[in-house]
């Protein structure tokens, strides 16, 4: 019976390139065009069959992660872009249609992401071993999409254009008082108290992240310029001449986006900036995929762009610039992903085989929706005022605005 419904299914879903998919047992069936990609799939068992007809956005990476999913060369990247290329609402069977329609009736209360919920949410993946995110991100531990100036840039040029790049967007002069929300192991709150010698108080729910970042601190001789607070952003007190959040919106939940921006106007100085940089989707809302969301980024969601600005929009702050990046997250995956394969025996001194499997799945994944799907990076800037940034965009690419060692490599 399963084997069957899965052949409808996929007979229907799989259009453009080839899909040749081993059964438990041990019959074949080929699905596509014969043209590329070409992808061979090895179903072990009935169970993980069973799941892909019922539940495939579930399934796809839990068989995988189990070992109960084999791919031909271990061809994961070919076998996402061979789905994400094929998928189309009108090429889903019911059932899955109405999977993905309750997710998105449901996501609210999914994402609530009170105080408790956002600290377990965070527990879950940014207090693993630190030593894992050594092994794959720069040395300045950015977990964030690096900007790519050109095609040559390594991942740790790319990410310190990042910091550089969102620097200008803040427009910063010496002694302001910067707010880091979601400041992660510290980098970015570091480096532009050393390279633009501001004042910042970063804050961040993760326990190891707050270590980590505090260590950093001290030991750079920062810790007159840089602040580290293991609080959330809705309990914090004060005025910023500067607030930047970078990767942390996608964590805050549709819920909350009013409270979020309220938070941020409450906090910003009346001729204030700030600069939110988030993922985000060029599309309508949804809902998150539900792997994600159990095994990787809990209570997690990436905003479309018209959520975000209904939200800023219901508020006093202007938005005064807008800027899309695009395929600088897809190769900033692949970067990690390079590095992350070339550390797997360390990997594997930390966690598990089936550990190695999810993580990879959710690096690759990520990648293929940012080349094949209409995932981007979106950088908000916002204001109080009209006139609190300059009226043409020149000045983000003026010498003035990098560090001094940048600007002369221009």
């Known amino acids: 019976m399963w084997q069957a419904v899965f052949k409808n299914m996929v007979s229907r879903l799989v259009q453009t390139g080839t ?14 065009d014969g043209t590329w990609p070409q992808i061979t799939l090895r179903v072990i068992n009935v169970t993980a069959l069973r799941d892909l007809v019922m539940n495939p956005d579930l399934a796809l990476g839990e068989s995988y992660m189990n070992g109960d999913l084999l791919i031909d060369d271990d061809d994961l990247h070919g076998l996402l872009h061979l789905l994400i ?32 919920k956002s600290r377990r949410n965070v527990e879950g993946h940014y207090d693993l071993s630190g030593a894992l995110y050594d092994l794959f991100l720069d040395q300045d531990r950015q977990y964030s999409c690096a900007y790519f100036r ?23 002069q010496p002694g302001l008082r910067v707010l880091d929300i979601g400041c992660g192991w510290g980098g970015l709150a570091m480096t532009l108290a050393r390279e633009y010698g501001v004042q910042v108080t970063g804050i961040t729910l993760s326990n190891e992240q707050h270590a980590v970042a505090t260590q950093r601190v001290h030991a750079a001789g920062l810790d007159r310029l840089v602040d580290i607070k293991l609080t959330d952003y809705r309990d914090l007190t004060g005025q910023f001449d500067r607030i930047v959040s970078v990767g942390m919106f996608e964590h805050v ?28 989707r060029s599309s309508s809302p ?26 800023v929009e219901e508020g006093p702050l202007w938005v005064t610039d807008v800027e899309c990046l695009r395929l600088h997250y897809a190769r900033t995956l692949r970067a990690w992903l390079t590095r992350f394969d070339a550390n797997r025996d360390n990997v594997a001194r930390l966690y598990d085989a089936r550990f190695i499997r999810m993580w990879r ?50």
């Open 150 to 172: 050109t095609d040559h840039d390594t991942l740790d040029q790319a990410q310190a254009q990042k910091k550089a790049h969102i620097a200008a967007k803040l427009l910063l």
């Open 19 to 32: 899909l040749r998919v081993y059964f438990p047992d041990q019959s074949y069936a080929g699905f596509g």
């Open 85 to 116: 290329i094929n998928l189309a609402p009108d090429r889903r069977v019911w059932w899955h249609r109405l999977a993905e329609a309750a997710r998105f009736a449901l996501r609210g209360a999914a994402q609530t992401n009170g105080h408790v």
């Open 286 to 311: 949804g809902a998150t995929n539900p792997f994600i969301a159990k095994h990787i980024f809990p209570g997690g969601y990436v905003p479309a762009l018209s959520e975000v600005l209904t939200a």
């Open 361 to 410: 799945f959710y690096l690759i994944a990520s990648e293929q929706c940012f080349r094949f799907d209409r995932q981007a990076v979106f950088q908000i800037q916002l204001s109080k005022t009209v006139d609190a940034v300059p009226i043409t965009r020149d000045y983000l690419y003026a010498p003035a605005a990098m560090p001094q060692g940048m600007a002369a490599a221009q």
């Open 253 to 280: 939940g549709v819920p909350n986006y009013r409270t979020y921006f309220n938070a941020v106007s409450a906090l910003l100085a009346p001729d204030g900036v700030a600069l939110i940089h988030t993922i985000g």
